[in-house]
């Protein structure tokens, strides 16, 4: 059945994809939000939808209990996703891509997102099943992460002057003052990368440095705790959906996302949680460190996915609510078309 869930999860994401492109999206156009409305409200039903069937295959190793942990997952991933909106607005703007050409540069940057994901995954599942130890190393990043997330202050990029940019100048002919529709261009003979080309760059790059903090974090969430595995497919699944839906979701909310303003205080303390959540479940036995006995620190717990589950939306849902309430006036990075 497992192979089955695969195949499933190939051909939704491999028609979806498909029909994007060369369909709806043949013709460079700015993505209206209605359009992008429609598209976000697709892939998280696409998304549940896949939850669900998880969730009715109890009798073929799936069930509830791995709904669940798929469900946690994808929120967490949705939740994190939320800072790559500012950059991905941050660096169009800086380049500037115009946005007929934005859907194309994120198409084929979610492209690229889902196979470097596919790598990291694999690897840190195979990885923490041979290496238990290693469940120490993520939970810490986590916190630590989270710690930092918590007290950071509000900071600017600009793309253009970053270390990427500036290697791509020196290793590339690049056109500067061309932001699309292609990725390269021909003048006089030669070829040059556009704009759009420097983009995806840093957009792969960008999800490449998120990876680091989203991958840990699910990987806690999806762990057994009778096992301590995590099924490939549930980590990898919620991660594809979330990450599909990103794209869309930024159309929607690009312009209005810096209103929420308690949300990364939320994601900080979601951060911790999973961080502690990990190390927990092996918990901090007693050792001995030359002539010093260290007595047991922590007791190793587990947190029922459940329990998980209704935390993490509820301290999201809580930082949402507050920013809501709470609001303070933002202008959109720029204006939103509407039909």
């Known amino acids: 059945m497992h192979g089955f869930m695969w195949g499933l999860f190939g051909v939704v994401i491999l028609t979806v994809l498909v029909l994007d492109l060369f369909v709806l999206h043949k013709k460079p156009h700015a993505v209206t939000l209605r359009e992008s409305m429609i598209w976000s409200a697709a892939w998280i039903a696409i998304a549940l939808g896949f939850g669900g069937l998880i969730a009715l295959l109890g009798d073929y190793g799936f069930g509830p209990a791995r709904a669940q942990q798929y469900l946690a997952g994808y929120v967490i991933e949705l939740a994190l996703s939320v800072d790559n909106l500012f950059v991905f607005a941050v660096i169009f703007s800086a380049l500037g891509i115009k946005r007929e050409h934005q859907h194309k540069l994120l198409f084929w940057g979610v492209l690229g997102a889902l196979a470097l994901r596919a790598v990291f995954i694999f690897a840190g599942v195979a990885l923490i099943e041979q290496f238990h130890w290693l469940m120490y190393v993520f939970g810490g990043l986590l916190i630590l992460t989270g710690i930092k997330l918590l007290f950071q202050g509000e900071s600017q990029l600009d793309p253009k002057k970053s270390l990427i940019v500036r290697a791509v100048s020196k290793l590339l002919p690049v056109k500067a003052d061309v932001g699309g529709p292609a990725f390269w261009v021909r003048e006089n003979g030669k070829r040059f990368a556009t704009m759009l080309f420097v983009g995806l ?109 209704a935390i993490i939306g509820g301290v999201l849902g809580a930082t949402m609510g507050l920013s809501l309430l709470f609001r303070r006036n933002v202008a959109p990075e720029e204006p939103r078309k509407v039909d």
């Open 201 to 309: 760059i840093l957009v792969e790059i960008t999800d490449v440095v998120f990876a680091l903090d989203s991958i840990p974090a699910v990987l806690a969430i999806a762990l057994d705790p009778q096992t301590g595995r995590a099924d490939p497919l549930v980590v990898y699944a919620s991660n594809a959906f979330a990450i599909m839906g990103l794209r869309s979701l930024y159309f929607a909310l690009a312009g209005i996302m810096a209103a929420f303003r308690f949300l990364k205080y939320g994601l900080a303390v979601v951060l911790c949680f999973v961080g502690v959540k990990m190390v927990g479940a092996l918990g901090l036995p007693a050792f001995t460190l030359g002539s010093w006995q260290v007595p047991q620190l922590m007791a190793a717990f587990k947190v029922p996915i459940g329990h998980s589950l």
